[in-house]
Nanobody
Framework: QSQLVESGGGLVQPGGSLRLSCTTSAFQLDYYGIGWFRQAPGKEREGVSYMHRGGGVTTYADSVKGRFTIFRDSAKITMYLQMNDLTPDDTAVYYC??????????????????WGQGTRVTVSS
């Protein structure tokens, strides 16, 4: 069983919004950098957004900048990815992951050791 659990995916029309959640009871979320990745059919897994441990730094892929927001609740139990103005290109399975390596880029999946099972997002009319 995965130590990270995502939820919030679903079917949404273009221009719509979804909020994904990522939670764990296995470790303190704010002790680690947490990333959101996605993988569309036939494509490689790509980094979408990232929050550094402690929460002071966030970053986004160019393709989602201005539309997606990563944030964490005040209890530091759940990480969220607010996704607005969705397009069909955002269709993918979305994963959250725990970062353990800092000698590579934030969007390199090999820097992350614990992954959730994924939640599917489908943007279609």
């Amino acid at each position: 069983q995965s130590q990270l659990v995502e939820s919030g995916g679903g079917l949404v029309q273009p221009g719509g919004s979804l909020r994904l959640s990522c939670t764990t009871s296995a470790f303190q979320l704010d002790y680690y950098g947490i990333g959101w990745f996605r993988q569309a059919p036939g494509k490689e897994r790509e980094g979408v957004s990232y929050m550094h441990r402690g929460g002071g730094v966030t970053t986004y892929a160019d393709s989602v900048k201005g539309r997606f927001t990563i944030f964490r609740d005040s209890a530091k139990i759940t990480m969220y990815l607010q996704m607005n103005d969705l397009t069909p290109d955002d269709t993918a399975v979305y994963y959250c992951a725990r970062r353990v390596s800092y000698d590579r880029n934030w969007n390199d999946p090999s820097a992350f050791d614990v992954w959730g099972q994924g939640t599917r997002v489908t943007v279609s009319s």
